[in-house]
Protein backbone atom coordinates (compact mmCIF):
# COMPACT_ATOMS: atom_id res chain seq x y z
CA UNK A 1 0.00 0.00 0.00
CA UNK A 2 1.28 3.44 -0.79
CA UNK A 3 2.24 5.79 1.93
CA UNK A 4 1.09 9.20 2.31
CA UNK A 5 4.10 11.76 3.36
CA UNK A 6 5.35 13.07 0.30
CA UNK A 7 8.68 14.16 -0.55
CA UNK A 8 10.40 16.04 -2.93
CA UNK A 9 12.88 14.69 -5.89
CA UNK A 10 15.94 16.07 -7.30
CA UNK A 11 15.77 16.32 -11.10
CA UNK A 12 18.61 13.31 -10.88
CA UNK A 13 16.22 11.02 -9.09
CA UNK A 14 13.23 11.84 -11.10
CA UNK A 15 15.28 10.50 -13.91
CA UNK A 16 15.25 7.09 -11.99
CA UNK A 17 12.91 4.59 -13.45
CA UNK A 18 9.59 4.70 -11.35
CA UNK A 19 9.73 1.64 -10.31
CA UNK A 20 13.20 1.71 -8.13
CA UNK A 21 11.93 5.01 -6.37
CA UNK A 22 10.99 4.32 -2.84
CA UNK A 23 7.62 5.08 -1.84
CA UNK A 24 7.55 8.04 0.63
CA UNK A 25 7.54 7.99 4.52
CA UNK A 26 4.27 8.34 6.51
CA UNK A 27 3.20 11.16 8.21
CA UNK A 28 1.24 14.70 6.93
CA UNK A 29 1.34 16.30 3.61
CA UNK A 30 4.09 18.36 2.25
CA UNK A 31 5.50 21.14 4.22
CA UNK A 32 8.86 22.09 2.58
CA UNK A 33 9.81 24.79 0.71
CA UNK A 34 10.57 22.60 -2.23
CA UNK A 35 7.23 20.86 -2.57
CA UNK A 36 5.35 24.00 -2.26
CA UNK A 37 7.40 25.50 -4.94
CA UNK A 38 6.61 22.25 -7.06
CA UNK A 39 2.84 22.14 -6.65
CA UNK A 40 2.90 26.06 -7.87
CA UNK A 41 5.17 24.89 -10.70
CA UNK A 42 2.87 22.48 -11.27
CA UNK A 43 -0.06 24.77 -11.63
CA UNK A 44 1.74 26.99 -13.78
CA UNK A 45 3.12 24.43 -15.96
CA UNK A 46 -0.35 22.66 -16.74
CA UNK A 47 -1.53 26.56 -17.09
CA UNK A 48 0.78 28.04 -19.71
CA UNK A 49 0.85 24.48 -21.35
CA UNK A 50 -3.15 25.62 -21.80
CA UNK A 51 -2.46 28.87 -22.95
CA UNK A 52 -0.57 28.82 -26.27
CA UNK A 53 -1.45 30.10 -29.64
CA UNK A 54 -4.60 27.79 -29.99
CA UNK A 55 -5.68 29.29 -27.35
CA UNK A 56 -5.34 32.70 -27.92
CA UNK A 57 -6.93 32.10 -31.24
CA UNK A 58 -9.70 30.09 -30.43
CA UNK A 59 -11.26 32.69 -27.59
CA UNK A 60 -10.87 35.69 -30.26
CA UNK A 61 -12.46 33.02 -32.93
CA UNK A 62 -15.38 32.25 -30.87
CA UNK A 63 -16.12 35.80 -29.19
CA UNK A 64 -15.88 37.53 -32.41
CA UNK A 65 -18.57 34.76 -33.57
CA UNK A 66 -20.77 34.52 -30.41
CA UNK A 67 -20.03 37.92 -28.78
CA UNK A 68 -21.07 38.27 -25.17
CA UNK A 69 -22.61 34.57 -25.23
CA UNK A 70 -19.47 33.54 -25.57
CA UNK A 71 -18.89 33.92 -21.64
CA UNK A 72 -21.39 31.21 -21.17
CA UNK A 73 -19.36 28.41 -23.65
CA UNK A 74 -16.22 29.83 -21.29
CA UNK A 75 -18.34 29.47 -17.79
CA UNK A 76 -19.59 25.78 -19.02
CA UNK A 77 -15.67 24.90 -20.01
CA UNK A 78 -14.44 25.88 -16.89
CA UNK A 79 -17.01 24.02 -15.22
CA UNK A 80 -15.81 20.77 -17.42
CA UNK A 81 -12.43 21.67 -17.05
CA UNK A 82 -12.53 21.22 -13.48
CA UNK A 83 -14.55 18.57 -13.16
CA UNK A 84 -11.73 16.91 -15.25
CA UNK A 85 -8.88 17.75 -13.65
CA UNK A 86 -10.00 17.07 -9.96
CA UNK A 87 -10.64 13.55 -11.30
CA UNK A 88 -7.46 13.49 -12.77
CA UNK A 89 -4.38 14.69 -10.94
CA UNK A 90 -5.82 13.08 -7.43
CA UNK A 91 -5.46 9.51 -9.34
CA UNK A 92 -2.14 9.84 -10.50
CA UNK A 93 -1.07 10.84 -7.25
CA UNK A 94 -2.28 8.79 -4.98
CA UNK A 95 -1.24 6.20 -7.04
CA UNK A 96 2.68 7.75 -7.55
CA UNK A 97 2.35 6.55 -11.34
CA UNK A 98 2.00 8.22 -14.35
CA UNK A 99 -1.58 7.87 -16.67
CA UNK A 100 -0.10 5.61 -19.30
CA UNK A 101 0.88 3.49 -16.37
CA UNK A 102 -2.19 3.73 -14.60
CA UNK A 103 -4.02 3.12 -17.78
CA UNK A 104 -2.04 -0.24 -18.43
CA UNK A 105 -3.11 -1.66 -15.08
CA UNK A 106 -7.00 -0.59 -15.63
CA UNK A 107 -6.44 -2.74 -19.02
CA UNK A 108 -3.15 -4.17 -20.41
CA UNK A 109 -2.14 -2.32 -23.29
CA UNK A 110 -4.72 0.54 -23.13
CA UNK A 111 -1.89 2.87 -21.69
CA UNK A 112 0.38 2.32 -24.42
CA UNK A 113 -2.67 3.59 -27.06
CA UNK A 114 -3.44 6.54 -24.65
CA UNK A 115 0.62 7.39 -24.60
CA UNK A 116 0.46 7.20 -28.51
CA UNK A 117 -2.74 9.34 -28.65
CA UNK A 118 -1.06 12.24 -26.32
CA UNK A 119 2.14 12.26 -28.06
CA UNK A 120 0.90 12.29 -31.14
CA UNK A 121 -1.36 15.43 -30.15
CA UNK A 122 1.22 16.88 -28.33
CA UNK A 123 3.80 16.63 -31.53
CA UNK A 124 0.94 18.32 -34.14
CA UNK A 125 0.52 21.21 -31.15
CA UNK A 126 3.68 22.18 -30.25
CA UNK A 127 4.23 22.08 -34.60
CA UNK A 128 1.66 24.91 -34.24
CA UNK A 129 3.93 26.57 -30.50
CA UNK A 130 7.11 26.55 -32.28
CA UNK A 131 5.12 28.89 -35.35
CA UNK A 132 3.42 30.96 -32.79
CA UNK A 133 6.79 31.63 -30.84
CA UNK A 134 8.17 32.80 -34.44
CA UNK A 135 5.78 34.93 -34.74
CA UNK A 136 5.65 36.73 -31.54
CA UNK A 137 8.85 36.91 -32.52
CA UNK A 138 8.73 38.95 -35.52
CA UNK A 139 6.14 41.27 -33.82
CA UNK A 140 8.26 42.23 -31.15
CA UNK A 141 11.59 42.53 -33.47
CA UNK A 142 10.67 42.48 -36.83
CA UNK A 143 12.69 38.92 -37.51
CA UNK A 144 11.21 36.73 -39.97
CA UNK A 145 9.02 34.00 -38.51
CA UNK A 146 10.85 31.09 -39.76
CA UNK A 147 14.41 32.87 -37.58
CA UNK A 148 12.04 33.78 -34.71
CA UNK A 149 10.87 29.79 -34.42
CA UNK A 150 14.38 28.47 -33.99
CA UNK A 151 15.76 31.55 -31.90
CA UNK A 152 12.43 30.01 -29.79
CA UNK A 153 12.90 26.22 -30.14
CA UNK A 154 16.66 27.07 -29.11
CA UNK A 155 15.64 29.19 -25.99
CA UNK A 156 13.41 26.24 -25.08
CA UNK A 157 15.98 23.69 -25.63
CA UNK A 158 18.40 25.67 -23.12
CA UNK A 159 15.96 25.01 -20.38
CA UNK A 160 16.15 21.60 -20.20
CA UNK A 161 20.23 21.38 -20.79
CA UNK A 162 20.46 22.89 -17.20
CA UNK A 163 21.23 20.27 -14.14
CA UNK A 164 18.19 20.98 -12.09
CA UNK A 165 15.86 20.83 -15.80
CA UNK A 166 12.39 20.41 -13.69
CA UNK A 167 13.22 23.55 -11.28
CA UNK A 168 14.16 25.61 -14.30
CA UNK A 169 10.70 24.81 -16.21
CA UNK A 170 8.87 25.71 -12.82
CA UNK A 171 10.85 29.12 -12.75
CA UNK A 172 10.07 30.02 -16.54
CA UNK A 173 6.31 28.89 -16.76
CA UNK A 174 6.00 30.78 -13.59
CA UNK A 175 7.41 34.01 -14.53
CA UNK A 176 5.52 33.93 -18.25
CA UNK A 177 2.49 33.41 -16.45
CA UNK A 178 2.55 36.00 -14.65
CA UNK A 179 3.74 38.51 -17.99
CA UNK A 180 1.03 36.90 -19.96
CA UNK A 181 -2.16 38.16 -17.61
CA UNK A 182 -0.57 41.39 -16.69
CA UNK A 183 -0.33 42.59 -20.47
CA UNK A 184 -3.54 40.59 -21.57
CA UNK A 185 -5.17 42.35 -18.64
CA UNK A 186 -4.10 45.68 -19.21
CA UNK A 187 -5.33 45.30 -23.25
CA UNK A 188 -9.04 44.19 -21.37
CA UNK A 189 -9.28 47.57 -19.75
CA UNK A 190 -8.23 49.35 -22.86
CA UNK A 191 -11.13 47.87 -24.71
CA UNK A 192 -13.64 49.03 -22.54
CA UNK A 193 -15.63 45.76 -22.72
CA UNK A 194 -19.49 45.40 -21.66
CA UNK A 195 -18.92 43.67 -18.82
CA UNK A 196 -22.72 43.81 -17.33
CA UNK A 197 -23.90 42.44 -20.44
CA UNK A 198 -21.26 39.43 -20.47
CA UNK A 199 -22.08 38.62 -17.20
CA UNK A 200 -25.50 38.74 -18.16
CA UNK A 201 -24.91 36.35 -21.08
CA UNK A 202 -22.97 33.89 -18.74
CA UNK A 203 -26.08 32.36 -17.56
CA UNK A 204 -27.91 33.85 -19.98
CA UNK A 205 -26.93 33.10 -23.75
CA UNK A 206 -28.75 34.04 -26.44
CA UNK A 207 -26.37 31.30 -28.72
CA UNK A 208 -24.97 28.39 -26.99
CA UNK A 209 -22.19 26.54 -29.53
CA UNK A 210 -21.63 22.83 -28.87
CA UNK A 211 -18.46 22.95 -30.99
CA UNK A 212 -17.28 25.65 -28.92
CA UNK A 213 -17.46 24.19 -25.65
CA UNK A 214 -15.56 20.82 -27.27
CA UNK A 215 -12.69 23.27 -28.55
CA UNK A 216 -12.21 25.54 -25.53
CA UNK A 217 -12.31 22.48 -23.19
CA UNK A 218 -9.82 20.80 -25.20
CA UNK A 219 -7.45 23.74 -25.87
CA UNK A 220 -7.51 24.01 -22.13
CA UNK A 221 -7.17 19.96 -20.49
CA UNK A 222 -7.17 17.81 -23.79
CA UNK A 223 -4.57 15.60 -24.11
CA UNK A 224 -1.52 16.07 -23.08
CA UNK A 225 -2.20 19.23 -21.12
CA UNK A 226 -4.73 17.14 -18.70
CA UNK A 227 -1.45 15.89 -17.37
CA UNK A 228 1.17 17.77 -17.46
CA UNK A 229 0.64 19.21 -13.88
CA UNK A 230 0.15 15.58 -12.25
CA UNK A 231 2.92 14.42 -13.70
CA UNK A 232 5.29 17.40 -12.66
CA UNK A 233 3.82 16.59 -9.21
CA UNK A 234 5.15 13.13 -9.54
CA UNK A 235 8.40 13.83 -10.68
CA UNK A 236 9.00 16.32 -7.51
CA UNK A 237 7.66 13.58 -5.10
CA UNK A 238 3.97 14.45 -4.27
CA UNK A 239 2.67 10.77 -4.03
CA UNK A 240 0.16 9.22 -2.26
CA UNK A 241 -2.89 9.66 -0.67
CA UNK A 242 -2.13 12.14 1.67
CA UNK A 243 -0.64 14.56 -0.81
CA UNK A 244 -4.04 14.15 -2.83
CA UNK A 245 -5.21 17.73 -0.87
CA UNK A 246 -2.51 19.75 -1.74
CA UNK A 247 -2.33 18.10 -5.50
CA UNK A 248 -5.74 19.47 -5.84
CA UNK A 249 -5.25 22.91 -4.74
CA UNK A 250 -2.52 22.54 -7.39
CA UNK A 251 -5.29 21.76 -10.34
CA UNK A 252 -7.71 24.15 -8.77
CA UNK A 253 -5.01 26.67 -9.22
CA UNK A 254 -3.72 25.27 -12.56
CA UNK A 255 -7.66 25.93 -13.89
CA UNK A 256 -7.81 29.22 -12.05
CA UNK A 257 -4.36 30.75 -13.63
CA UNK A 258 -6.34 29.42 -17.18
CA UNK A 259 -9.35 30.79 -16.73
CA UNK A 260 -8.47 34.05 -15.73
CA UNK A 261 -6.09 34.62 -19.10
CA UNK A 262 -9.10 33.33 -20.77
CA UNK A 263 -11.36 35.46 -19.65
CA UNK A 264 -8.98 38.59 -19.83
CA UNK A 265 -8.58 37.49 -23.61
CA UNK A 266 -12.46 37.21 -23.89
CA UNK A 267 -13.35 40.78 -22.41
CA UNK A 268 -10.28 42.06 -24.66
CA UNK A 269 -11.71 41.37 -27.76
CA UNK A 270 -15.25 41.44 -27.07
CA UNK A 271 -14.40 45.28 -26.13
CA UNK A 272 -13.34 45.35 -29.88
CA UNK A 273 -16.09 43.41 -31.13
CA UNK A 274 -18.77 45.38 -29.66
CA UNK A 275 -17.06 48.75 -30.94
CA UNK A 276 -17.93 47.84 -33.92
CA UNK A 277 -14.80 46.54 -35.40
CA UNK A 278 -13.60 43.06 -37.21
CA UNK A 279 -11.09 41.01 -36.54
CA UNK A 280 -8.12 40.22 -39.22
CA UNK A 281 -9.34 36.06 -40.17
CA UNK A 282 -5.28 35.66 -40.78
CA UNK A 283 -4.30 36.65 -37.40
CA UNK A 284 -7.52 37.45 -34.94
CA UNK A 285 -5.84 37.54 -31.52
CA UNK A 286 -3.25 40.11 -32.46
CA UNK A 287 -6.14 42.52 -34.16
CA UNK A 288 -7.70 42.47 -30.69
CA UNK A 289 -4.72 43.95 -29.24
CA UNK A 290 -3.93 46.39 -31.65
CA UNK A 291 -7.62 47.41 -32.45
CA UNK A 292 -7.86 48.07 -28.47
CA UNK A 293 -4.41 50.10 -28.10
CA UNK A 294 -2.99 50.85 -31.06
CA UNK A 295 0.62 50.06 -32.17
CA UNK A 296 1.69 49.65 -28.63
CA UNK A 297 -0.87 46.35 -28.29
CA UNK A 298 0.88 45.45 -31.28
CA UNK A 299 3.80 45.04 -29.76
CA UNK A 300 2.19 43.87 -26.72
CA UNK A 301 0.74 40.57 -28.43
CA UNK A 302 4.17 39.66 -29.41
CA UNK A 303 5.29 39.06 -25.78
CA UNK A 304 1.98 37.61 -25.09
CA UNK A 305 2.21 35.44 -28.30
CA UNK A 306 5.84 34.29 -27.81
CA UNK A 307 5.72 33.77 -24.01
CA UNK A 308 2.33 31.60 -24.19
CA UNK A 309 3.95 29.72 -26.98
CA UNK A 310 7.60 29.41 -25.58
CA UNK A 311 6.22 27.81 -22.26
CA UNK A 312 3.26 25.48 -24.41
CA UNK A 313 6.47 24.40 -26.09
CA UNK A 314 8.05 23.57 -22.90
CA UNK A 315 4.91 21.72 -21.33
CA UNK A 316 3.65 20.13 -24.41
CA UNK A 317 7.52 18.67 -24.59
CA UNK A 318 7.68 17.57 -21.09
CA UNK A 319 4.75 16.22 -20.87
CA UNK A 320 4.56 14.15 -24.20
CA UNK A 321 7.97 12.48 -23.36
CA UNK A 322 6.46 11.87 -19.76
CA UNK A 323 3.99 9.62 -21.57
CA UNK A 324 6.99 7.34 -23.50
CA UNK A 325 9.49 7.24 -20.23
CA UNK A 326 7.91 3.26 -19.80
CA UNK A 327 8.42 2.37 -23.10
CA UNK A 328 12.44 2.21 -22.25
CA UNK A 329 14.50 2.77 -19.35
CA UNK A 330 16.79 4.74 -22.28
CA UNK A 331 14.01 7.35 -22.34
CA UNK A 332 13.55 7.54 -18.59
CA UNK A 333 16.75 7.90 -17.76
CA UNK A 334 17.82 10.78 -20.34
CA UNK A 335 14.03 12.25 -20.18
CA UNK A 336 15.56 15.46 -20.86
CA UNK A 337 17.39 14.70 -23.70
CA UNK A 338 14.27 13.06 -24.97
CA UNK A 339 12.02 16.47 -24.64
CA UNK A 340 15.53 18.58 -26.55
CA UNK A 341 14.86 16.02 -29.18
CA UNK A 342 11.00 16.56 -29.19
CA UNK A 343 11.66 20.60 -29.58
CA UNK A 344 13.88 20.09 -32.15
CA UNK A 345 11.60 17.87 -34.20
CA UNK A 346 8.50 20.37 -33.67
CA UNK A 347 10.82 23.04 -35.29
CA UNK A 348 12.15 21.42 -37.82
CA UNK A 349 8.42 19.62 -38.96
CA UNK A 350 7.38 24.15 -38.85
CA UNK A 351 10.36 24.86 -40.70
CA UNK A 352 9.86 22.73 -43.55
CA UNK A 353 6.11 22.58 -43.55
CA UNK A 354 4.37 25.36 -41.61
CA UNK A 355 1.10 25.42 -39.89
CA UNK A 356 -1.64 27.29 -40.51
CA UNK A 357 -3.83 29.44 -38.20
CA UNK A 358 -7.08 27.81 -39.22
CA UNK A 359 -5.89 24.27 -38.26
CA UNK A 360 -5.35 25.13 -34.55
CA UNK A 361 -8.65 25.13 -33.76
CA UNK A 362 -8.90 22.30 -35.22
CA UNK A 363 -6.45 20.72 -33.37
CA UNK A 364 -7.99 22.15 -29.98
CA UNK A 365 -11.08 20.36 -31.45
CA UNK A 366 -9.92 16.94 -32.21
CA UNK A 367 -7.78 17.02 -28.83
CA UNK A 368 -11.37 17.19 -26.68
CA UNK A 369 -11.28 13.95 -27.93
CA UNK A 370 -8.68 12.23 -26.11
CA UNK A 371 -10.58 13.59 -23.04
CA UNK A 372 -13.37 10.98 -22.84
CA UNK A 373 -11.18 8.32 -22.84
CA UNK A 374 -8.26 9.33 -20.16
CA UNK A 375 -10.68 10.78 -17.77
CA UNK A 376 -12.89 7.49 -18.25
CA UNK A 377 -9.89 5.23 -17.11
CA UNK A 378 -9.15 7.58 -14.41
CA UNK A 379 -12.60 7.05 -13.37
CA UNK A 380 -12.56 3.36 -13.44
CA UNK A 381 -8.29 3.33 -12.27
CA UNK A 382 -9.86 5.93 -8.86
CA UNK A 383 -11.96 2.73 -7.12
CA UNK A 384 -9.29 -0.27 -7.61
CA UNK A 385 -7.24 -0.08 -4.45
CA UNK A 386 -4.77 -2.08 -5.98
CA UNK A 387 -4.24 1.36 -8.35
CA UNK A 388 -4.40 3.83 -5.46
CA UNK A 389 -4.23 2.24 -2.51
CA UNK A 390 -5.91 3.98 0.39
CA UNK A 391 -7.72 6.66 -1.27
CA UNK A 392 -10.79 7.35 -1.68
CA UNK A 393 -11.98 8.78 -4.03
CA UNK A 394 -15.77 11.40 -3.51
CA UNK A 395 -18.40 9.77 -5.67
CA UNK A 396 -20.11 13.01 -6.53
CA UNK A 397 -16.84 14.45 -8.30
CA UNK A 398 -16.51 10.89 -10.42
CA UNK A 399 -20.51 11.55 -10.55
CA UNK A 400 -19.19 14.90 -12.51
CA UNK A 401 -15.54 13.65 -14.33
CA UNK A 402 -18.61 11.02 -15.85
CA UNK A 403 -21.02 13.24 -17.43
CA UNK A 404 -17.98 15.37 -18.42
CA UNK A 405 -16.52 12.62 -20.01
CA UNK A 406 -20.25 11.67 -22.11
CA UNK A 407 -20.72 15.06 -22.52
CA UNK A 408 -17.18 15.27 -24.54
CA UNK A 409 -17.67 12.11 -25.84
CA UNK A 410 -21.11 13.43 -27.40
CA UNK A 411 -19.73 16.75 -28.22
CA UNK A 412 -16.95 15.17 -30.10
CA UNK A 413 -18.24 12.78 -32.44
CA UNK A 414 -20.92 15.35 -33.03
CA UNK A 415 -17.66 17.49 -34.15
CA UNK A 416 -16.67 14.88 -35.86
CA UNK A 417 -19.52 14.28 -38.13
CA UNK A 418 -20.62 18.18 -38.73
CA UNK A 419 -17.64 20.48 -38.68
CA UNK A 420 -14.78 18.45 -39.20
CA UNK A 421 -15.70 18.23 -42.97
CA UNK A 422 -15.35 22.21 -43.42
CA UNK A 423 -11.82 22.29 -42.74
CA UNK A 424 -10.99 20.13 -45.89
Known sequence: MLESQPRELTDDQALQPRMQRRPPRAGGGPRSRGIASALLGAAFL?????????????TAVFTAELGASCAFVILASIVFDLAAQLNIWPVIVA?????QDVANRVLPGLGYFLAALVALGGLAFNIGNVAGAGLGMNVMFG??????????AAIAVAIFLVKEAGKAMDRFALVMGFVMIALTAYVAVASHPPVAEAALRSVAPTRVDGFAIVTLVGGTVGGYISFAGAHRLLDAGVIGAGAVPQANGSAI????????????????TLGVVAAGFALDPANPPASVFKLATGNAGYRIFGVVMWAAALTSVVGAAYTSISFLRGLA??????WARWVVGFIAVSAIVFLLVGRPVRVLVLVGALNGLILPLSLGVMLVAAYRTKIVGDYRHPRWLAAMGALVALAMLVLGVRTLVTELPGFF
Request: no cysteine; hydrophobic share 50%; glycine share 12%.
Open 46 to 58: MATSAVGPGFLTQ
Open 95 to 99: SGERA
Open 253 to 268: TAIGVASLMRVLLFLA
Open 143 to 152: ISVPAGAAIS
Open 329 to 334: GSIDRY
